[in-house]
């Protein structure tokens, strides 16, 4: 109080002072106090403490990604200022699988259809993203795999393995084919062959075929005389996709046996609704020539020239 008696200056101005400065140390701390409210911290500040993560990023697809670490790992200024509390950053290595799905699909269901992902097997048995993926130690530069693409899938289908090392077989193993031509890991739309049943989250050709008839086009057709087998059941109706100890890979080491499997007379279709006839002009079962049914039945996918597919 005193000091304002003894000041020669009208006290109006000393006021306007004070305020002055007030207000700038208002804004001085104002600015102070804004920036520790951005939870963000940018990736620069991961560098020190996990160099390994940080120093191979730049070759990461995810560098054009938002927010470049914390995109994923959420905002990181509360770890970085605890000094890397573990509970203050989103860590895979405690997520539950369905939260590290919905943390990848926060972008990605953009891309990729998010009701295919969530209605997958691989989904429905808890195998998400991370499983295949793997960011800092991808094994494959494109598509950040965690291994190459047949030993990834092979860590658990140990069983498809011997599949592809029968006789016949799909050249998966020599790196011809490729689990992901027949195959979308992110699950498939519902099919339109087997009635929509068991699907095996096949990937689809174009106008949502199935996957063989993209390297296998002669098969797609349409052809004027179609073999309801193929469109109806599929393609593994008489193939085993994977390998087989029979020639063309065929589920039936004879091939008479696999056509008498549907043309057996008690499904009643067929032209004369009895299957084929066991003894007639045409056919004659006791005779081994006959049992040859492709020799005459040629064109066993489809023909455009003759109903049975003889020509
Ligand atoms: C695309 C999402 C994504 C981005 C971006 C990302 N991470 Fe990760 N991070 C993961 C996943 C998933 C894991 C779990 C381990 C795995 O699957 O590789 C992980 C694991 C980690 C770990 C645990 C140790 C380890 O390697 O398993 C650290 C530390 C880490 N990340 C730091 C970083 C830093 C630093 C950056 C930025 C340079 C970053 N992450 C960017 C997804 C990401
Ligand atoms: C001051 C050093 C420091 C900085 C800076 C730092 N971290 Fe960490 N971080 C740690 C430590 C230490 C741990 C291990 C905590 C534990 O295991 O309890 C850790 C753990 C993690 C984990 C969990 C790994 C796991 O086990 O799954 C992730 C993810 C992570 N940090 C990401 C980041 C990101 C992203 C940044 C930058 C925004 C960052 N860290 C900055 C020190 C740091
Ligand atoms: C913040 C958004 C964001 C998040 C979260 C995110 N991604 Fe990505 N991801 C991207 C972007 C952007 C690209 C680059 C797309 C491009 O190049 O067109 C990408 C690319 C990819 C690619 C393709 C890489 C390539 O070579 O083409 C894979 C695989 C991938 N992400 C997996 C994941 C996984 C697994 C997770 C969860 C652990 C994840 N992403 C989380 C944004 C994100
Ligand atoms: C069962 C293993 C598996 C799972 C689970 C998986 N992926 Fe993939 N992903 C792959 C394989 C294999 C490829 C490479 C496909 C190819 O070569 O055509 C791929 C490719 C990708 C690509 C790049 C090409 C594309 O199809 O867009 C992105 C992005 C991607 N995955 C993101 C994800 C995300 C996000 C998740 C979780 C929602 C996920 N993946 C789950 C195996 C998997
Ligand atoms: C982390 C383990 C794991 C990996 C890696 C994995 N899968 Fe699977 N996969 C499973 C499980 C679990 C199931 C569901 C149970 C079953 O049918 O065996 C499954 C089911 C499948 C099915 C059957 C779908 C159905 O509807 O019956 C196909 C096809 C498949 N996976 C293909 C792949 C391909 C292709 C890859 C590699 C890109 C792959 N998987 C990688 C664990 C895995
Ligand atoms: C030439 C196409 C093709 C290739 C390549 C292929 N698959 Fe398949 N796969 C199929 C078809 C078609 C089915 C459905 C079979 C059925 O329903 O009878 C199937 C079924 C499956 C199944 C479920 C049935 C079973 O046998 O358990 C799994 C798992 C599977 N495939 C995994 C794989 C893996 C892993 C790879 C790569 C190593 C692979 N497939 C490569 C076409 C293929
Ligand atoms: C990515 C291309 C590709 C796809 C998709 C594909 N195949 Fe094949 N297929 C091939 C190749 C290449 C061969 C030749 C095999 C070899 O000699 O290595 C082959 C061979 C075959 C053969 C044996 C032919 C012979 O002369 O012995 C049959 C049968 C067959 N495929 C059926 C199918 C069926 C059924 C599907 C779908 C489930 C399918 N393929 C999907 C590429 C493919
Ligand atoms: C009704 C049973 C049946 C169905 C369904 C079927 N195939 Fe075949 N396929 C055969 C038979 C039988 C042979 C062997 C023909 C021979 O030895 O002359 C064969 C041979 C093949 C061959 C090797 C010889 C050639 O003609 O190129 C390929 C490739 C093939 N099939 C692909 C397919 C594809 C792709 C589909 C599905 C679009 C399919 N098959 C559906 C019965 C079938
Ligand atoms: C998965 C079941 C299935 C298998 C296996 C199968 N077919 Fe068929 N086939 C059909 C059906 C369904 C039709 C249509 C019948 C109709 O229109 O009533 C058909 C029609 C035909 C026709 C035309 C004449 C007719 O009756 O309409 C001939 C010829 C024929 N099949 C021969 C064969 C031969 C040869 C084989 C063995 C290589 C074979 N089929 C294997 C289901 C099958
Ligand atoms: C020597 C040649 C020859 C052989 C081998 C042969 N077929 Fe035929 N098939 C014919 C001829 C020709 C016709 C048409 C005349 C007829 O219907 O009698 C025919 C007709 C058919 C039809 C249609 C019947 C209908 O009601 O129209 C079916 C289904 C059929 N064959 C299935 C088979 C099966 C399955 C085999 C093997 C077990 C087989 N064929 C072996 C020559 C042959």
């Known amino acids: 109080m005193d000091t304002f008696h003894n000041c020669s200056r009208p006290r109006s101005l000393i006021v306007t002072k ?13 600015v102070l106090w804004a920036q520790p409210k951005d939870p963000y911290i940018g990736s620069q500040a991961c560098r020190g ?3 390994v993560q940080t120093q191979d990023f730049f070759r990461n697809a995810h560098t054009k990604a938002d ?22 950053i989103i860590a895979f290595s405690t997520l539950t699988p369905k939260k590290s799905l919905d943390t990848c699909l926060q972008c990605h269901s953009k891309d990729m259809s998010r009701a295919n992902i969530r209605r997958s097997s691989h989904t429905q048995s808890e195998v998400v993203c ?12 494109k598509y950040l795999l965690a291994h190459q693409q047949k030993d990834l899938c092979y860590t658990c289908h140990t069983d498809v393995k011997a599949q592809f090392s029968m006789p016949f077989k799909h050249r998966v193993n020599e ?12 699950g498939a739309p519902a099919s339109n062959w087997r009635m929509g049943q068991r699907p095996r989250m096949q990937q689809h050709a174009q106008s949502n075929e199935q996957s063989c008839v993209q390297c296998h086009a002669d098969k797609r057709g349409p052809f004027l005389f179609e073999h309801a087998a193929l469109r109806v059941d599929g393609c593994n109706s008489c193939h085993a996709p994977h390998g ?26 067929g032209r004369t609704g009895e299957g084929i006839p066991t003894q007639s002009g045409s056919h004659n079962m006791a005779d081994p020539r006959y049992q040859n049914c492709t020799a005459c039945h040629v064109k066993i996918h489809g023909s455009n020239a003759d109903a049975r597919f003889l020509r």
């Not at 790196?175 to 992110?186: E, F, K």
């Open 18 to 30: 004070v305020l002055r400065y007030w207000s700038l140390f208002l804004l001085f701390f104002g």
């Open 49 to 51: 403490c996990h160099l």
């Open 130 to 141: 991370a499983n295949c993926h793997s960011i800092h130690k991808s094994a494959t530069p």
């Open 175 to 186: 790196g011809t084919v490729q689990c992901s031509d027949c195959h979308n890991p992110h």
């Open 244 to 269: 087989s100890a029979n020639p063309r890979l065929l589920n039936r080491p004879v091939v008479f046996t696999l056509c008498l499997e549907c043309h057996n007379g008690a499904a009643g279709f």
């Open 67 to 88: 927010r470049g670490c914390e995109g994923c790992h959420g905002p990181g200024r509360a770890h970085v200022n605890g000094g890397g509390k573990k509970d203050a």
